[in-house]
């Protein structure tokens, strides 16, 4: 089993950045391909970006392209995401997911919610205007 816990969110102005940060216990998190997953009110979850285990392949959402960035620290069992350039339109509720332990393909990331194994309880971002 592994728990992901989420933090870094908060309230923010336009334009301004944070950083998210999913912390992972309970196994070595290194084999394991994490991604970030956004839910706004009334909306459906969506995936924001994702890093393959080995971290050599990322995938970002087009609304997030250039703005976001993925990373991962396995030394630290840590996932982070820093958002730059925020929109009130990226207000949300964020969640850290993550699928594995993957045997396979190092450099594989994941799109769909139902491939994810694992979900954090969620870190709110909110953006004013």
């Known amino acids: 089993q592994v728990q992901l816990v989420e933090s870094g969110g908060g309230l923010v102005q336009a334009g301004g950045s944070l950083r998210l940060s999913c912390a992972a216990s309970?196994?070595?998190?290194?084999?394991?391909?994490p991604g970030w997953f956004r839910q706004a009110p009334g909306k459906e979850r969506e995936l924001v970006a994702a890093?393959?285990?080995?971290?050599?392949?990322?995938y970002y959402a087009d609304s997030v392209k250039g703005r976001f960035t993925i990373s991962r620290d396995n030394a630290k069992n840590t996932v982070y995401l820093q958002m730059n350039s925020l929109k009130p339109e990226d207000t949300a509720v964020y969640y850290c997911?993550?699928?594995?332990?993957?045997?396979?393909?190092?450099?594989?990331?994941?799109?769909?919610?139902?491939?994810?194994?694992?979900w954090g309880q969620g870190t709110q971002v909110t953006v004013s205007s």
């Open positions: 997911a993550a699928k594995g332990p993957i045997s396979g393909n190092s450099g594989s990331v994941y799109y769909r919610m139902r491939e994810y194994d694992y």
């Open positions: 890093i393959s285990w080995s971290g050599t392949s990322t």
């Open positions: 309970g196994r070595t998190f290194n084999r394991y391909a």
